[in-house]
């Protein structure tokens, strides 16, 4: 029996618009009404998950930034997990070399030193993936997205790295480059202590080697005394495999990378067709 279901954001529990359906809303209910406990396990921070909840009308804990943070669903924190000041400042300098755009998620907020090349660089991503789609109309979808983030702007990262109480989550990573992210990866791997993935095929997301989902959702069943044999979990991409590898009940999205379709032992439809909904309501049946 399923005691515990853990779902992505981004490509598995939200849509193309970026919205919770209401039929998956619908079942997330029905699943907590049945006693069932529903949490999400996402890149995102506590701030920009609650931003898709609230929305939706959804209570409930948050696995954020990968693992690096575990929060119930008022919001306390109850785990974190953060880079210190050298580790990050040595990350930042490989993006820096390879001219790559990034973002810092910190227990302060996000950060970036130009918000306006983040745009361009997400434009660029998916204006190359379809050409055919109007430039201006995925300047103003991105633009739009930025300013619901509340991202800090600074000139400097190093005040942040030469804190006493630096504590990065992650660096968010984006470059169409996918040969240059590959490169770049492979680099940043060499970095002892930390943990190096991606949530999509034009970006990198690094966080403290113990910060990864699956690490967060043994540490939230265990302290919920329920057992990873009874938890589902669901996802679309690479960061989501560390959870999948150890949920009972593991459940890729239609849409998903073919590497976790591979590790899963179900499969359920896309993220636009209700994919979360589909599976919660089987588990249920």
Same mark, same amino acid.
């Given at each position: 029996?399923?005691?515990?279901?853990?779902?992505?954001?981004?490509?598995?529990?939200?849509?193309?618009?970026?919205?919770?359906?209401?039929?998956?809303?619908?079942?997330?209910?029905?699943?907590?009404?049945?006693?069932?406990?529903?949490?999400?396990?996402?890149?995102?921070?506590?701030?920009?998950?609650?931003?898709?909840?609230?929305?939706?009308?959804?209570?409930?804990?948050? +696995?954020?930034?990968?693992?690096?943070?575990?929060?119930?669903?008022?919001?306390?924190?109850?785990?974190?997990?953060?880079?210190?000041?050298?580790?990050?400042?040595?990350?930042?300098?490989?993006?820096?070399?390879?001219? +790559?755009?990034?973002?810092?998620?910190?227990?302060?907020?996000?950060?970036?030193?130009?918000?306006? =090349?983040?745009?361009?660089?997400?434009?660029?991503?998916?204006?190359?993936?379809?050409?055919?789609?109007?430039?201006?109309?995925?300047?103003?979808?991105?633009?739009?997205?930025?300013?619901?983030?509340?991202?800090?702007?600074?000139?400097?990262?190093?005040?942040?790295?030469?804190?006493?109480?630096?504590?990065?989550? !992650?660096?968010?990573?984006?470059?169409?480059?996918?040969?240059?992210?590959?490169?770049?990866? =492979?680099?940043?791997?060499?970095?002892?202590? +930390?943990?190096?993935?991606?949530?999509?095929?034009?970006?990198?997301?690094?966080?403290?080697?113990?910060?990864? !989902?699956?690490?967060?959702?043994?540490?939230?069943?265990?302290?919920?005394?329920?057992?990873?044999?009874?938890?589902?979990?669901?996802?679309?991409?690479?960061?989501?495999?560390?959870?999948?590898?150890?949920?009972?009940?593991?459940?890729?999205?239609?849409?998903?990378?073919?590497?976790?379709?591979?590790?899963?032992?179900?499969?359920?439809?896309?993220?636009?067709?209700?994919?979360?909904? !589909?599976?919660?309501?089987?588990?249920?049946?």
């Amino acid at each position: 029996m399923i005691k515990c279901i853990a779902s992505d954001m981004d490509g598995t529990l939200i849509n193309a618009s970026h919205e919770i359906s209401q039929s998956t809303k619908d079942a997330i209910l029905l699943a907590q009404g049945h006693g069932i406990e529903f949490l999400v396990a996402t890149g995102r921070s506590w701030e920009e998950a609650r931003f898709v909840l609230d929305k939706a009308g959804v209570d409930c804990p948050a +696995i954020c930034v990968n693992g690096a943070e575990i929060r119930d669903k008022n919001g306390k924190v109850l785990q974190s997990i953060g880079m210190n000041g050298t580790v990050s400042e040595e990350i930042a300098q490989i993006f820096q070399a390879a001219d +790559i755009y990034f973002e810092l998620y910190t227990p302060a907020g996000n950060f970036t030193k130009d918000v306006q =090349r983040g745009i361009e660089a997400i434009v660029d991503i998916y204006h190359t993936a379809d050409p055919t789609e109007n430039i201006e109309e995925i300047r103003q979808s991105i633009q739009e997205t930025f300013s619901k983030r509340s991202i800090n702007i600074v000139d400097d990262y190093g005040e942040i790295f030469n804190a006493d109480d630096c504590s990065i989550y !992650k660096f968010l990573a984006f470059c169409k480059d996918e040969q240059l992210l590959k490169k770049t990866s =492979r680099q940043l791997e060499k970095i002892a202590g +930390i943990h190096v993935t991606s949530s999509g095929r034009h970006n990198i997301e690094l966080t403290h080697a113990d910060a990864q !989902k699956g690490k967060a959702l043994k540490w939230f069943a265990e302290q919920s005394g329920i057992s990873l044999s009874e938890t589902m979990a669901l996802g679309d991409n690479y960061n989501d495999l560390s959870m999948l590898e150890i949920a009972g009940y593991s459940v890729a999205m239609g849409n998903a990378e073919q590497e976790v379709k591979k590790v899963c032992r179900y499969e359920t439809t896309t993220n636009d067709n209700d994919g979360v909904a !589909k599976a919660i309501m089987k588990a249920l049946s």
